[in-house]
C-alpha cells in the first residue's frame, strides 16, 4: 500500500484512527487461531457509516483490501489479515442502542461485547441464549459474521436464530439494511439469513437487531463424572431418547477435565475418564421433574459421581470452568489446535471414537470436549507449532476426522466457520455445485474482491512462517 | 548483532513466551487495553511483541518501550489466562533489558539512585524519610502548596509530593521490639517482614499488625535492619538488586526459626513468594529461596488459613473493600479479606464493583506514569462511590496512599483505611 493511499485513509478517519507502525501491525497480525498470521497494511477504526463508505469506495479503486475484525477470537482464521490489506476495527462500536422490551429486541452496535448484551438484557428480564465460548470477550459483530454457537446451542439454537435485522456496508459503499422487528417478514430474498455466517466476505455489519426470549424462571446444574467413556456415551443417548432438552449438555474428556481443574481450581475429581455437565432450565417443577429423571439416567449409566450445583456461584462456577477448556488445554502444550467437527447428534459418541482413532494412528495427543447435547465436538490437537512433523501430521488427522465426520452425516465446521482453516475441506461437505454457488454470489456482490478474499473458498496460498516486512518479501496476491 | 540475538532468547524464554494461544480471554480483564482499544495494549499483544524483540529487536521502537512502561504490571491477566501464561516473568524480564540499555535522563537516575541506593539500605532509607518528614512538616511544604508554586516550578516534582506517604514519627522497626509475645497462650511462632516504605511511612499499620498477631496468639521475631524485598526494583527493571535484597532477606531471616514469615503489603507478600523463581539459577540460593517463600503469608491468609477467631466489637457503618492487585492476582487472596470482615458484629459489607480492578497505584506508576494512573484511578472511585460506603478497606499501602489521593481529589467523606488497623481496633483482646 503506497503513502497516498494510507495519507487518503488517514484524511477519511483521522491520525487517531489510522495506525500502521510495526507495533500494530504485528499485534494485529494474528487472531485466536493457532499458527496462521499476516501482517496488515494499517489497523483502521472507523467512526461512522459514512467513513465506512469512504473507505470501502477507495479499496475499489485503489485495489486494497479489507478484514473486518471484532475482538480477534475467532478459531477458523476469519479476522487474520490477507496480503494487502487493512484490519478494520470495529471494537469501538460497542453501544447497545436499544432494549425494546415490548417487542423482545435489543438494537447493538456491532462491537458490543457478547456476555455485556446478555448482562444488560437480564436486567429487564429477557435473555439473549447465544453462549460462545468466549462470550467475556467475543463480539456480536463477530458473533453474526461467523454465526457463533457455543453451549446452548442444543435447546436454543445458534446466533442465526437471534438475527432480525442487519445493517451493513456494502462492498460497493452502499448500506444495506435487511430485516427488523417483524417476527414474519417474507418481502423478497432473506438476504439477513444470508449475511449471518458470511464471515466478513460480502460487506461490514455495522448494526443488529436481535431477538430476545423472556429469561427462564429457574434453573439447575448437574455434573456427572464416569469411569469408563461408554458410559457416558450411553448417558448421553438415554438423556437423548427420555425427550428431555437440557440448555446444556457438555461433554469434557479426562485430559480437558485435569487441564481445567488445574485452572479453575474447582475440587473436581480428577481421575474420571469422561463428564458431562448438564443444565436444565424453565418453571420450577418442569426442572424440578427433568432433573430427577436426569439423576436416575446418570446412576443407571454408572456414574460414579454426581452432583448438583446448590448456588447460583457454584453453577456460574462449573460453567465458567467449561468455557476455560480451550485455553486451558495450553497447559499440557503450547499450541491447542480445535476444531468443531459436528456430527447428527446420536452420531456423537461415535465420532469420538474416530478422533481417538486419529490420535493413535498418527501418534498425537488429543483432546475432546464439546456440546454433546447438539453434536458439535470440538476435538483438541495438542502440539507445538515449532515441531513441524508434529503439525503435519496434526493436519493429516483432522483430515482423517473431517471425513469421517462427513460419513456420518456431519460437517467439518458447526460454529467456528470456514476461513482460512477449513477452506480445503469445505467442497466434501458443500459439494462442487454449492461451492461454486457461493463463489458467484461473492463476484457478484464483491466485485474486486476487496472483502475478506481468500476466506471460506478462494484458493490462495496459506500464510504461513516467518512474517514479511518489505515489499520484496511478499508474494503477488492472486485472488 | 547475532550475538545479542542468541542473548535475547536465551533470557526471554521462549517457553514462557509460548504459552500463549492468544485466545484473548485476557482483553476483557486488561486495563491498558480497556483505555486504549489497542491490541499493542493488550496481554496477548505484548507477547506477541515480545516475541518479536526476542527475535529480531530491530523491527520494534519506541512504541515497544512505551508499551512495556504502560503496563501496569497488575498481573490481572493472569489471573484470567487459562492457559497460564507467566505474564509477569516475560515483563519483568523485557522491561530489565530495556532498562539495561536506555539512554541517560534525569528521571532515570534519580530513580536509579532511589532504588539503588537509598531502598536498598535501611538507615539510608532512614535518614532520607527524617528529611522528607522534616519537609513535611515543615512552613516550607505549607507555603510551596498554599502558593501553588512547587505546580508552577515542576508538576512532576508537585505530584511526587502530593502522592508521598506521610512520614510517621519514627520508624516501625524501632518502636517494634525485636520479640513479641502473645497475649495469652503462644499458638503460632512467625516472624514479621516490616517492608521498606511500609516501616518508615506506613509505622502505625505494622504496629497494628503486631498487634492483631499477638491477640492472635504469635510470638513475634522482628529483626532489626530488615531489607526491602526488592519488588520495586523488579518492577522497574533492575532484576539485579533485587535479587541482591531477595538473598539478603533470606540470610537474615535465615537464622531465626519461625512457622510463617507474615508480610500486610500485597506486593512484598507476592514477591517474596517469587523468590523462589527469581533465585532458581542462583548457586547456593535455590534451595533456601523454596524454603523461604514456602513461608510466606499475608497476614489476612494466616488469620483465615488458621482459623482464627478475634473478639469483635459491634460496628455499623457501610464497609467496602478494594482488592490489591498483588494480593488477588498475585496471590489468589480474595476470599480471605471478605471472610475477615464478615466476621465483624453486625457488619454491613458492601460488595466493590470491578474490586479487582487496579487502582492506577502499581508500586510508583502514579509517579512514573501520573496521567495514565489517574484515569484508573477516576474509574476505582466511581466505583467506590458509587457503593456510597462510609469505610473503604484494602489491604496495600501502595493502593491505600492512591485511594486517599483520590478519595481527597473527588472530596468525599469515605475514609480509607489498612484492613489490619481496622480489625486491630475492633477487636478485644481481653477476651481472647
Not at chain 1, 485513509?9 to 510495526?22: M, P, Q, R, Y
Request: net charge neutral; charged share 25%.
Amino acid at each position: 500500500m503506497d503513502k497516498t493511499t494510507k495519507s487518503k485513509l488517514k484524511e477519511i478517519v483521522g491520525n487517531n484512527n489510522f495506525f500502521d507502525s510495526n507495533e500494530d501491525k504485528l499485534s494485529y497480525s494474528f487472531d485466536a487461531t493457532p499458527i496462521y498470521q499476516q501482517l496488515p497494511e494499517a489497523i483502521i477504526f472507523p467512526g461512522n457509516d459514512g467513513e465506512i463508505s469512504q473507505i470501502v469506495k477507495l479499496a475499489n479503486t485503489e485495489k486494497f483490501n479489507i478484514v473486518p475484525r471484532g475482538a480477534g477470537t475467532g478459531l477458523s482464521g476469519g479476522s487474520i489479515p490477507v496480503e494487502n490489506s487493512i484490519a478494520l476495527v470495529m471494537t469501538k462500536w460497542d453501544k447497545i442502542l436499544e432494549v425494546d422490551s415490548a417487542n423482545f429486541t435489543a438494537t447493538v452496535q456491532p462491537g458490543v461485547i457478547t456476555g455485556r448484551l446478555q448482562n444488560e438484557v437480564e436486567k429487564s428480564g429477557l435473555f439473549y441464549p447465544p453462549d460462545p465460548g468466549s462470550s467475556s470477550v467475543c463480539t456480536i459483530g463477530g458473533n453474526v459474521a461467523n454465526n457463533a454457537g457455543g453451549l446452548r446451542g442444543l435447546k436454543y439454537g445458534v446466533t442465526k436464530n437471534y438475527v432480525m435485522g442487519v445493517e451493513m456496508v456494502l462492498p460497493n459503499g452502499d448500506l444495506l439494511k435487511t430485516g427488523g422487528k417483524n417476527v414474519k417478514d417474507v418481502a423478497g430474498y432473506n438476504l439477513r439469513d444470508f449475511i449471518v455466517g458470511s464471515e466478513g466476505t460480502l460487506g461490514i455489519i455495522t448494526k443488529v437487531i436481535l431477538k430476545l426470549i423472556p429469561k427462564p424462571k429457574c434453573s439447575s446444574t448437574i455434573i456427572a463424572f464416569f469411569d469408563k467413556m461408554i458410559d457416558c456415551s450411553n448417558a448421553i443417548s438415554g438423556i437423548i431418547n427420555s425427550f428431555i432438552t437440557p440448555a446444556m449438555l457438555e461433554f469434557l474428556d479426562s485430559t480437558t477435565l485435569n487441564c481445567v481443574e488445574d485452572y479453575a481450581k474447582l475440587g473436581l475429581p480428577k481421575n474420571s475418564e469422561a463428564v458431562l455437565l448438564l443444565e436444565l432450565d424453565g418453571r420450577e417443577e418442569e426442572v424440578r421433574e427433568d432433573s430427577e429423571i436426569i439423576k436416575k439416567i446418570f446412576s443407571d449409566n454408572r456414574a460414579s459421581i454426581i452432583k448438583t450445583a446448590n448456588t447460583i456461584l457454584e453453577s456460574s462456577n462449573l460453567k465458567a470452568a467449561r468455557r476455560s477448556a480451550f485455553s486451558a488445554l495450553a497447559r499440557v502444550k503450547p499450541t491447542t489446535i480445535l476444531e468443531d467437527a459436528t456430527v447428527p447428534r446420536a452420531e456423537f459418541p461415535v465420532l469420538i471414537e474416530k478422533v481417538k482413532q486419529a490420535a493413535k494412528d498418527n501418534n498425537l495427543i488429543f483432546a475432546n470436549f464439546g456440546h454433546a447435547g447438539d453434536g458439535n465436538l470440538h476435538p483438541t490437537c495438542l502440539t507445538d507449532e515449532r515441531d513441524t512433523s508434529e503439525i503435519d501430521r496434526a493436519h493429516k488427522a483432522f483430515e482423517f476426522i473431517f471425513n469421517e465426520a462427513i460419513k456420518l452425516g456431519g460437517t467439518i465446521t458447526g460454529e467456528h466457520g470456514t476461513g482460512l482453516t477449513k477452506k480445503d475441506f469445505l467442497e466434501n461437505v458443500a459439494g462442487i455445485p454449492g461451492v461454486e454457488m457461493m463463489k458467484k454470489i461473492k463476484s457478484v456482490i464483491d466485485e474486486n474482491n476487496i472483502f475478506n478474499p481468500g476466506k471460506i473458498f478462494s484458493n490462495t496460498p496459506r500464510c504461513e512462517g516467518a512474517l514479511p516486512f518489505n515489499k520484496n518479501q511478499i508474494k503477488p496476491f492472486s485472488g | 548483532m547475532d550475538r545479542q540475538r542468541e542473548n535475547l532468547s536465551v533470557l526471554i524464554s521462549d517457553d514462557l513466551l509460548s504459552q500463549c494461544i492468544h485466545c484473548g480471554i485476557c482483553l476483557s480483564v486488561c486495563p491498558t487495553y480497556d483505555i486504549t482499544k489497542l491490541e499493542r495494549s493488550s496481554p496477548r499483544g505484548r507477547i506477541r511483541l515480545i516475541k518479536a524483540f526476542a527475535n529480531s529487536e530491530k523491527l520494534l521502537g519506541e512504541l515497544f518501550e512505551e508499551e512495556m512502561s504502560f503496563c501496569l504490571g497488575c498481573r490481572a491477566c493472569e489471573t484470567a489466562c487459562p492457559a497460564g501464561v507467566q505474564y509477569n516473568t516475560l515483563h519483568q524480564t523485557v522491561k530489565d533489558i530495556i532498562n539495561k540499555r536506555k539512554k541517560f535522563s534525569i528521571q532515570k537516575i534519580a530513580l536509579k539512585y532511589f532504588l539503588n541506593k537509598v531502598l536498598t539500605s535501611s538507615t539510608k532509607l532512614k535518614s532520607f524519610s527524617k528529611m522528607l518528614s522534616h519537609y513535611q512538616k515543615s512552613w516550607l511544604r505549607k507555603f510551596l502548596h498554599s502558593t501553588d508554586l512547587l505546580k508552577n516550578i515542576s508538576p512532576k516534582l508537585f505530584l511526587m509530593d502530593e502522592l508521598s506517604p506521610q512520614i510517621s514519627n519514627a520508624a516501625s522497626d524501632e518502636l517494634i521490639d525485636e520479640i513479641s509475645l502473645p497475649e495469652n497462650e503462644q499458638k503460632y511462632n512467625v516472624a514479621f517482614h516490616v517492608g521498606c516504605i511500609m516501616n518508615v511511612a506506613f509505622a502505625d499499620i505494622n504496629i497494628d499488625t503486631i498487634e492483631v498477631l499477638k491477640k492472635s496468639g504469635c510470638k513475634i521475631r522482628t529483626p532489626k535492619n530488615q531489607n526491602c524485598c526488592g519488588a520495586l526494583h523488579a518492577h522497574n527493571g533492575e532484576l539485579d538488586t533485587a535479587k541482591k535484597l531477595a538473598k539478603s532477606n533470606i540470610d537474615l531471616f535465615e537464622s531465626f526459626e519461625y512457622e510463617y514469615l507474615i508480610s500486610n503489603s500485597a506486593g512484598c507478600g507476592a514477591f517474596m513468594k517469587e523468590y523462589k523463581e527469581l533465585l532458581k539459577d542462583e548457586k547456593g540460593y535455590s534451595e533456601k529461596a523454596k524454603l523461604f517463600s514456602a513461608k510466606v503469608k499475608d497476614v489476612m491468609e494466616f488469620l483465615t488459613g488458621n482459623s482464627v477467631k478475634l473478639n469483635y466489637k459491634s460496628y455499623n457503618d457501610c464497609v467496602t473493600y478494594h482488592d490489591a492487585c498483588h494480593h488477588v492476582h498475585g496471590q489468589g487472596i480474595f476470599d480471605q479479606p471478605r471472610k475477615i470482615i464478615k466476621e465483624i458484629k453486625d457488619i454491613n459489607y458492601k460488595e466493590l464493583n470491578e474490586s479487582t480492578r487496579c487502582c492506577g497505584s502499581a508500586g510508583i506508576y502514579n509517579i512514573l506514569r501520573h496521567e495514565d494512573s489517574m484515569e484508573f484511578l477516576d474509574r476505582k472511585m466511581k466505583n467506590v462511590l458509587y457503593t456510597k460506603a462510609d469505610l473503604l478497606l484494602t489491604g496495600n499501602p501502595g493502593c491505600l496512599l492512591q485511594l486517599r489521593y483520590g478519595i481527597k481529589k473527588s472530596s468525599s467523606p469515605i475514609k480509607a483505611r489498612h484492613i489490619v488497623s481496622f480489625i486491630n481496633e475492633l477487636s478485644d483482646n481481653s477476651k481472647v
